[in-house]
């Protein structure tokens, strides 16, 4: 069965700092991914998709078939990243998305 | 991409009651979807809403409960029915283009049941 794994709830770093969100995937097949993020009173909004393979905000996510992550990184931290992550991928022939439980990033001053 | 916008923004109602959520689209979409979310918890997906099909239910969401319309390729309604306090939640609409995942979605509709 497909399911995304996002084994940290909450990740704290400096500005500045490195930035890497675990996304952990099972699916049978080539997925398609996408990373969600949702910033405080804001709606979910799309941040990127591996198949585009481009980078939003500074943010970039390499699909890893071998180890089946899709784990997000930005290299230097802003304090305007602090939000609410999902990784995400398709759950089925109804074009539902299977999302992950979520990692809160807040990167401190 | 497409727009979306839900109302109402949010309710205050008393157990026994139903409210319906609209959600609009400002383009035609295939597919159409409604989520609940618990503040600072991830989405639950309730149903798929396809125009011109009854909705596809997840598991552990009835019709009976959540009444879904599916009218045109551009609107939908969730009716939360015979509401009880832990019905209190984010309800989230979202609509994706025909053959492609990626889905956009509403500000949410935040109801609080008493």
């Known amino acids: 069965a497909q399911r995304v794994t996002q084994p940290e709830k909450l990740l704290s770093v400096f500005k500045g700092a490195p930035v890497e969100l675990k996304c952990n995937y099972s699916y049978s097949g080539s997925p398609e991914l996408f990373w969600y993020v949702q910033y405080s009173r804001q709606r979910l909004q799309l941040l990127l998709r591996h198949i585009s393979r481009e980078s939003i905000k500074g943010f970039t996510a390499d699909l890893n078939k071998g180890e089946t992550s899709f784990h997000l990184k930005k290299p230097f931290a802003q304090e305007e990243d602090s939000a609410m992550y999902y990784c995400a991928l398709p759950g089925g022939a109804t074009n539902k998305l299977i999302f992950g439980t979520g990692t809160l990033l807040a990167v401190q001053p | 991409s497409a727009v979306i916008s839900q109302k109402p923004s949010r309710d205050i109602c008393q157990r026994g009651t139903s409210l319906t959520i609209q959600c609009q689209v400002d383009?035609?979409?295939?597919?159409m979807f409604w989520y609940r979310q618990q503040p600072g918890q991830s989405l639950t997906l309730i149903a798929t809403?396809?125009?011109?099909?009854?909705?596809?239910?997840e598991s552990g969401f009835v019709i009976d409960k959540f009444p879904i319309s599916r009218p045109n390729l551009t609107f939908s309604t969730l009716t939360v029915s015979n509401m009880s306090p832990e019905d209190s939640s984010i309800y989230l609409c979202?609509?994706?283009?025909?053959?492609?995942?990626?889905?956009?979605f509403g500000p949410g509709t935040r109801l609080t049941v008493t």
């Open positions: 979202s609509a994706a283009t025909g053959g492609h995942y990626e889905q956009y």
């Open positions: 809403a396809n125009q011109g099909s009854e909705a596809t239910y």
């Open positions: 383009s035609q979409v295939t597919m």
